[in-house]
């Protein structure tokens, strides 16, 4: 099927069927990655962790919280966890732009992602700033949590010995006998040279800027825009 009924040039044909082509080949590659995922090997065990959770909706008082068990984030059995580390919190005295952005898409989708699996925002931070950011941002579908004084993040690798953050996505699973485990993390680091493209797929904007003439180039994202 033809891409539109525009009288087009040989040459821009030529060039759209080649890039299609290319395209095809990325779609095929990224089901062999998630496969390879799948594929993966049960994940080494982790400790109950003891969190923080902001209780619901975000207009009660700031400081509102639960004290909860990384376990008790799961809402049934055979439910995986999905877990954003959000670089917010010690060394990171304000929420980091692209994680906040992010986070403004995954809100929008929260409704579908949990017919399949829970999903919670956790910080560095404590609950009442995180609060105010989820309030300020609008991120009313979202479970935000404070890894509180938890080796959590430091475990999982999106917090150093000094309190430096980094963004991260982890999924975690339950055994049936309870057993938690961390079955996977990505990164925006793939790389040295590559230090923000390893979670591009997680983002709707990364993927529309790069289907402009002039892609993304040097644009980063703000936390609010005059």
Known sequence: MRATNLTESEEYRAAREALAAAELELVDHQERVAAQRRALPRGPVLEDYELLEATHPLDVADDDARQVRLSELFGAPGRPLLVYHLMFGKRQ????????????????????????????????????????????????????VSAGASRFKLDLGSEDADGHQDAKISVITRDPDGTLRHQFSATPACSDDRPERGIDLLCATWGLLDLLPGGRGEWYASLAYE
């Open 93 to 144: 005295t304000s929420p980091c732009p692209m994680c906040t952005m992010w986070v403004d898409g995954f809100n929008g989708i929260a409704r579908h992602v949990t017919q399949h699996a829970d999903l919670v925002i956790l910080a560095a931070s404590e609950i009442p700033s995180l609060r105010a950011h989820a309030r300020r941002r609008g991120w009313d579908e979202l479970r935000l």
